[in-house]
């Protein structure tokens, strides 16, 4: 399975495409709905671009990966066999047994096209709807990652929202760190070795058991100072819902 038809342009495709390429795989065309995007993606992949479903050509695997409101869309439009998406939150269903093979190659990882990472790091999660092509699926992997897990769509999705609060809503703190200390003139690199020693840890403890803080302590006064202080109400209410979470132990 060297010939790959790519649907979509994004982070995921960059990423995924670059690494397939790198290892030896070929990426016979790049689609995008924004013909530019597809081109500037493609060049990099030595590939060629499209900006119309109907001009697919044949390959071996067909790899969708644009937005998940999207997904089911194209996958309606697409008419060919061996067909994958990238989704975490979306199963199998999606396809609704449109072809003979399908499945889903989940990389577990944050993209972004102008950051470049060791993608043979990255998790990859697969899941077909029958053996044969789960077989196919996991050799691709293999190829890529250093770690393939074969995972059904229940597990996959817990994982995404895993992902979610594991990454996106981190990120999100980060940015309310970030936004505080830029109005006391405070740069936020100040807090890189603290962030770095909290994952650290990480690898060898479970995250309940490393918690620290004034909610673990259940120091209520430090808590009630540290609100009093935040610029805003819905910042207030992160901080109060977050530090309630910990004192009663949830997760």
Not at 75 to 81: P, S, V
Not at 87 to 105: A, H, I, Q, R, T
Not at 231 to 242: A, F, M, Q, S, W
Request: charged fraction near 25%; proline fraction near 2%; hydrophobic fraction near 40%.
């Amino acid at each position: 399975m060297k010939n790959i038809v790519l649907i979509g342009s994004g982070n995921v495709a960059t990423h995924l495409g670059l690494s397939l390429v790198n290892k030896g795989y070929i990426i016979k065309q790049v689609w995008s709905n924004h013909r530019r995007n597809a081109n500037i993606l493609a060049k990099r992949l030595d590939s060629r671009s499209i900006d119309d479903l109907k001009d697919i050509k044949d390959a071996d695997l067909y790899i969708v990966t644009v937005k998940d409101d999207a997904l089911e869309s194209v996958i309606e439009q697409l008419d060919a066999n061996n067909i994958i998406h990238t989704s975490g939150g979306n199963g199998l269903d999606v396809f609704d047994n449109k072809c003979e093979n399908y499945g889903v190659f989940y990389p577990l990882q944050t993209f972004n096209k102008d950051v470049n990472l060791d993608f043979s790091k990255t998790p990859l999660c697969i899941e077909a709807n029958n053996k044969f092509f789960e077989n196919k699926l996991m050799k691709i992997g293999g190829d890529l990652s250093n770690t393939v897990v074969r995972m059904d769509s229940e597990q996959r999705k817990k994982l995404h929202i895993a992902a979610v609060f594991a990454c996106n809503f981190t990120n999100h703190m980060f940015t309310i760190a970030d936004t505080m200390l830029e109005r006391s003139d405070i740069n936020f690199k100040i807090l890189m070795p603290i962030i770095h020693q909290t994952v650290l840890k990480l690898e060898d403890s479970k995250p309940s058991e490393v918690q620290t803080g004034p909610a673990i302590r259940k120091d209520r006064k430090m808590i009630q100072n540290h609100i009093s202080n935040l610029p805003d109400k819905e910042t207030k209410e992160i901080y109060k819902l977050i530090s309630e979470s910990i004192m009663a132990g949830n997760g």
